[in-house]
Nanobody
Framework: QVQLVESGGGGLVQAGDSLRLSCAAS????????MAWFRQTPGKERAIVAR????????YYADSVKGRFTISRDNTKNTVYLQMNTLKPEDTAVYYC??????????????????WGQGTQVTVSS
């Protein structure tokens, strides 16, 4: 059973600040999974923020975060990160870590990911 546990959110940050989210995986073969970060706000569907393939050689970013967010992974620590810079109030959401059973998935949809964390709140004030 794969478990994903996010950390790094939960507080209030100001617009323009930076924040790094972490997602620690256990119980599976982390180094063989594509990993992603999604976010969701009340009344809206969960949407992908960024995706990284099994070895970190390929990444995808939603247009809304390009140039501000960076996804990375450390397979020796079974952890994926989301570095968020120049945060905006519209980045306020619950952020979820997700894992695909495919090493090089191109999926940007919720259905493409089997494993999910419990979510961590990010709140950006203006």
């Amino acid at each position: 059973q794969v478990q994903l546990v996010e950390s790094g959110g939960g507080g209030l940050v100001q617009a323009g600040d930076s924040l790094r989210l972490s997602c620690a995986a256990s119980g599976g073969t982390f180094s063989s999974y594509t990993m992603a970060w999604f976010r969701q706000t009340p009344g809206k569907e969960r949407a992908i923020v960024a995706r990284i393939n099994w070895n970190g050689g390929s990444a995808y970013y939603a247009d809304s975060v390009k140039g501000r967010f960076t996804i990375s992974r450390d397979n020796t620590k079974n952890t994926v990160y989301l570095q968020m810079n120049t945060l905006k109030p519209e980045d306020t959401a619950v952020y979820y870590c997700a894992g695909s059973i495919f090493a090089a998935s191109f999926s940007t949809s919720v259905g493409g990911y089997r494993y999910w964390g419990q979510g961590t709140q990010v709140t950006v004030s203006s």
